[in-house]
């Protein structure tokens, strides 16, 4: 079947139609051996802390080593102990939520220690380390039993444990123990405030993402793979509008009364301002959003208005991996097993005559300009250049599929 001449006028057709609509209104670990002298490392690594616990004994902050966060992770807190034995350690402690529930959660502590003494420790009376803080008033506990674990100069012991935190801005203190395995006995050390769970855990906000909207229209990219909130753009009267996200071959518009909750990355987006220039921040991952299909579909029949994001900066655009309708699935569809993942180089493949892509491609250079014919930049794709051409990050363009 002979296809349809694909023509430059046809896309410039639609950005008419858009404003034609808006005019009409709408562990052991073998590490490398280090120096065990405790005062060089304390004066080179360390800085005073007031978080001692333990009279006869001293704490000083560390900066964690490549060997520390290989083990413990990046945001392990790392601590130089002089204890009550005068016996010197560096005592490592990281956490990562297993799930969540008010202000607290079940947590996963990975704890221990590397021995900086220039002889092995661990005799068989050497105890325990032991995590300790307070769920409504009552004492809990960790305890990690190495007393049957002798640890060389240099070298690393440390245990996971899982315990449940109902408030992560509770004091949780580290402690090292002798004897005993109650986690009580002989304390040769207390760092308090040993770890912030307040800062490890909770997820932070995300800064906002800022976009500068021009009078009249505008093109919108997000940067990466976050969702960006488009709620501060409607609420200050302007119009998003989106193209064949639904297999309509067609726009959507908010001012027609679709619901364009998101910009949605590898997408381009349109947005008319009536009024003058302005800078807005957009919200990036609100808690609001949840995944959904139409975040994961990317390509349907006939034209799709897509964009390169920042995530895929620099790359050939023959590399772009899209979520891609499957050959005789409806247009409409919106079920996972209609859509493939495949890259723009597998869609243009072959004989342009049968290829599923069109290998001319519409870049939009300019999406405020109101003459349609210096919005667009043709650029041409075959099997001599897919491996090497590309279009810049936070660029729109138009891209046709056929069946």
Not at 254 to 274: M, R
Request: hydrophobic share 35%; proline share 4%.
């Amino acid at each position: 079947m002979k296809r349809p001449l694909i023509q430059r006028s046809f896309v410039l057709s639609y950005i008419a139609v858009a404003v034609v609509s808006l005019a009409s209104g709408i562990v052991l670990v073998n590490m490398p051996d280090i120096s065990a002298n405790y005062d060089k490392m304390a004066t080179a690594t360390t800085t005073s802390t007031t978080q001692n616990c333990q009279s006869g004994t001293t704490v000083q902050v560390a900066t964690p080593s490549d060997e520390d966060v290989a083990i413990f992770g990046k945001d392990v807190s790392a601590y130089i102990v002089h204890n009550a034995q005068a016996k010197d350690f560096k005592i490592l402690l990281s956490a990562k939520e297993i799930s969540s529930a008010g202000n607290g959660g079940i947590v996963n502590f990975t704890y221990g220690f590397q021995n900086l003494n220039n002889f092995a420790y661990g005799d068989g009376k050497d105890g325990t380390i032991t995590l300790e803080w307070k769920n409504n008033n009552q004492n809990q506990r960790l305890i990690f039993d190495h007393r049957n674990v002798s640890v060389a100069s240099g070298k690393y012991w440390y245990q996971t444990k899982q315990g449940s935190v109902l408030d992560y801005t509770t004091n949780i203190k580290a402690l090292m123990l002798n004897g005993g395995t109650d986690g009580l006995a002989h304390p040769q050390s207390c760092i308090n405030q040993a770890i912030n769970l307040s800062k490890e855990l909770t997820t932070p906000v995300p800064a906002p993402f800022s976009v500068k909207l021009k009078h009249g229209f505008n093109t919108v990219v997000a940067p990466n793979s976050d969702v960006l909130s488009t709620s501060t753009i409607t609420d200050a009267g302007m119009t998003i509008f989106d193209f064949n996200r639904l297999g309509q071959k067609t726009w959507r518009s908010t001012a027609a009364g679709s619901s364009i909750p998101y910009f949605f990355n590898q997408i381009g987006y349109y947005v008319y301002n009536p009024g003058v220039e302005i800078t807005l921040n957009l919200a990036v991952n609100p808690a609001s959003h949840t995944i959904s299909n139409e975040e994961l579909i990317k390509v349907r029949r006939g034209w799709n208005l897509l964009a390169v994001s920042q995530v895929n900066a620099g790359q050939a655009l023959g590399d772009i991996q899209l979520n891609t309708l499957n050959k005789g699935a409806v247009n409409a569809c919106v079920e996972d097993s209609c859509f493939t993942q495949v890259s723009l180089r597998d869609l243009l493949a072959g004989d342009p005559s049968t290829s599923r892509g069109y290998g001319t491609l519409h870049e939009i250079i300019d999406g405020n300009t109101s003459d349609p014919n210096a919005a667009f930049k043709t650029v041409k794709v075959d099997s001599t250049n897919i491996d090497t051409v590309t279009i810049p990050a936070g660029t729109p363009f138009w891209f046709y599929l056929f069946e």
